[in-house]
């Protein structure tokens, strides 16, 4: 029982996930230092800080298990398209009439036939691993395909819609006044409704304007089908996701707005702040150099959570009809197509919720472990809890 | 001061904080022994382990932070408890009736939703002084008066952020001393007040002790008011106890060099001085902190033995201990 | 209680700008952004010319938007607003609509408190422990779980297996005071009715709260856990007060950040209501809205969103009133 300082010193032992997140921090740090010499020198206060929270965050285990689920997830969304053993509208029907709703692990064959070659599937006995739906299409290559669709419509979604409410947030809490006012107004107002209502109007209107936007623009056409994974002749169908995606770019920002104005507003009152606004530095280079940098600790979190969010709320649209519509694979039209053989067909509602849930588990793992991370309170506890495992061994 | 008739005894005591960056030594083998009817004191910079000893007297100490050993013997009625291994309900029958508590910021200490009154009454109400809180409303209008509250009648209906900080720090003393207690803790108290209230507030603290008997650990880092109201001092620096002795002996006779160089830092009552002095180097950090005696990277008497051992506690004169390596046949003085 | 008046009198004052900005929002979207309602009204694609034209007149359709605003509302207001699609007053429909999802609002906030406020403590009491993280992980999962799919699953364990729930019809009691069967059957004590409004209410409201049990857990974890580590808490120990007095201390104070979020939950969950309530094939205002949108028909869509955009306005007016009850720092 001896309380000398040099045995409760050093706590970190390290592991393996530390050894591997220091490794990706210092690779970051030696594009950094190429970039520009110096930064290293400048930043390593941050970088040391980085370091500790990323041993923090591999010390939670519900943090690893949300990282190995997105990744899972995103690795599906990536090459899911490229393993899935068919394509998302191979209507199996045609070759073996068992596909129809078959249970899941039934063995279905495809004869030779010009049909099967047009379709580019080999002739040969096949295992449907979750069971066909009501066309007896393969529903695990339906699920793999409706990764990629969650994914890059959470990706489209997150890449526009909460950085208008940043914008915002930012604008109206460092003016303040009238346009702080004025803006806050306008947030309230759709906050005051409930986001998915909105959301369901717009994707009920807008299909035909974007459907006629994507009509006259082919690149952008193209690149969309390469991103969903989509066959050429379902760019009408893909008028409804893409109008989702705007969708939930309308709804998806009143919530930063808030976020980021009420930062700002207390970052603002920081005497460096007040300093550099006394030095005369420009308003711009205030917000972005100064203001900015410190609400990233919130922002990041709630874009990882709102990255679950999105898909949560892709699928109930799907679900409720107004999201993706056949023959595109999507988690939550799946349920809903599916829903009319429940219970009989119960795979069709069963396994694309699952996979849903999954997902969408994985990035709130992850943000709430951010949160506990990027919270020098909480973040003392969770350190605190390791150290007290290792005292107690040398207790003993 | 030879006769010491001792309320509370702390020996050899230790306490940690798990935090972030570190195991934090905060409080690294106290002992000292407080007399019945005297003010004893506790002095330091921030962050020296004071107020961690003084709520380490009753088990106070919460997550992170844990009591790894000694002893606190609370001599009640001259019958010896150790309070660190008493159980969880008679301990809290202590606290608050027998020893009470009284913090440094008032503004925090006070429960935001609740009046004035109903706090008073309802800390006299758990330690069985009062059958109700609606008596215990009527008596608080009484302590109230005692400690000096402007306007008792209606005070005592006020929330806390009806009140000024004094009259907060008003409210607080009177709750600690509502039952009567034998030993009042008061950790910095006058330190989150304006500077006119201070000497309200220390005068209101003498005359409290004087009518009601009581003994008082002062917890405070102002040389001034060291002088002004105890009776003996504790020096301490980075966990440690570096210098006790009577008041008038440690102004006029500083012997550990810290003591020294903070009495050089400050206006001192009993010495004419030209100028102040700073304390070269910084407050240790107590997750890795110096070896051997704590003091010595800023020590301008340091010695080899300094940083290899802990110096033993030395009894230079009468009532006067110092830990250091420099009265020993070390140091040759 | 003059100044509780005056404070009534000024939010809903500022109601009025809030919900013409709703409504505003949703007709333009909805009446603006779609070609032609008129002939979708009339029939599509087959409407005669005539037709159209008549529906162009009466619903003012060629005018200027923000006369044609003006005349859906009023028109609306005063119930004199018949759907071009249903042929009903949609006032009166909104009227029929609204109590179900309401009561279904009111079960799923029940199993919010009577779940969500419980956990959430013992999380806090047991913090960093299996308890905590056990709770951590179900919050969690109920803000992760997709609430169709968890319905399918319940359906299936609660109905075709144990029969113990219904899922057609709405038990109507014969009675009326409040307009919401729920509470009309509670204040008539009424167990028959009332065993069958939750039977069929009851899984409804437990999906359509399940999401919230777990975020709200999560809240009065966090809240608790802070007003735990004040100092006011540790100055109540130091005044050497029992546990249970020290926690009544600490739940007060905790409140006020929770008693926010219940109330900003309450408006979300009218709105997630389309979902539960097309699962379980409830007639209630989601399935009117989205009804409504499917039809195109916007006046019955603005109608809705301006119940339901009123109904989170009291609620958040109710929260700032019982703010104002427990923290007596907060004036009115």
Redesign the interface.
Known sequence: ?S?A?EE????YEKKVLDKLSDAVIGGFVKIAETLRPGWYRRNKSRVDEWR?MAYAFNRS??GIIGMLLVLGFVLVALVGPYVAPFRYDTPLQFFDQNSYLAPPGTVISVPNSTLAQNFGIKPGNYTLLLGGDDYGRDLWSRILYGARTSFVVAILVMMVGPWIGIAIGLIAGYYGGKIDELLM??T???L???????A???S???P??ISAFLESHATIRSLLLTLFALEEQHAGAMAYLVSVVVALWLVWWPGYARLVRGSVLSARENLYVEAARALGVPTRWIMIRHILPNILGPVLVYLTLDF??VI?TE??LS????GAVPPIAD??RI?YDG?NF??NA?WL??F???A??LA??GF??IG?TLRDVLD?KT???L???L??RE?VVEGE | MSSCDPIIEVKNL?V?F???A??V?AIDGVSFRICRGETYCLVGETGCGKSVTAKSLTRLIR??GRI??GSVIYYRDGKPVDLLKLGEEELRGIRGAEISYIFQDPSSSLDPLYTIGYQVAETMKEHGRVASIKEGIRRAVDILRTVLMPDPETRVKNYPHELSGGMKQRGVIGISLSNKPRLVIADEPTTALDATVQDQIMDLLKKLKAEEDLTVLLITHNMGLVADMCDRVAVMYAGRIVEEADVFELFANPKHPYTQALLRAVPNPMKRMDKLESIPGTVPNL???P?GCRFHPRCPFAMDICSRERPPDLEVAPGHRVACWLYTEHGGR | MAELKRFLIRRLITFI??LI??TF??FV??AV???NPAKMWAGGEKARPEVVERIKKEYHLEDDILTQYYFVMTKLLKNEMVSPVTQHYIWDDLKMYFPVTFQLTIIAFFFIIAIGIPLGIVAALY??SVVD?AI??LA??G????????A??M??LFF?RLHWITLAGTPTPPYSITGIPLIDAILKGDLDMLSQILARFGLPGFILGFAGIGVTARIVRNSFLDSMSADFTEYAMARGLTKMRIYMHVLKNAMVPIVTVLGLMF??L???A??TE??FGIPGLGRY??QA??N?DYLA?VGS?FF??LI??IANLIVDILYAFIDPRVRY
């Open positions: 029982m309380i300082a409760l010193g050093e706590v500790l285990p519900p107004r306008i309230d107002v759709f005051a409704f409930p986001g998915l209502i909105l369901i109007a717009f009920a209107v807008l035909p304007r679950g969010g949560l699928a109930g679900f409720l009809g107004v988690w939550g349920v829903a429940f219970p119960w509602v069963f694309p919720g699952l849903t849930l969408v588990l709130n793992l709430d020098p973040r003392r506890s350190e605190f809890k150290k007290k005292e | 230790y940690n798990y935090t972030y570190g195991v030594k997550s992170p790894e050993k997750i890795f902190p070896s | 700008p809030t900005g709703v929002i949703v979207i909805a952004i779609p070609a913090r960093d993280t951590r992980i969690l999962t803000v992760s779980t997709p609430i169709f799919w968890l399918y699953l359906i299936f075709t408006g979300g009218l709105g997630g389309p979902i097309t699962v809205m989205l949108i499917r195109f869509l969103v339901v955009a989170y306005l």
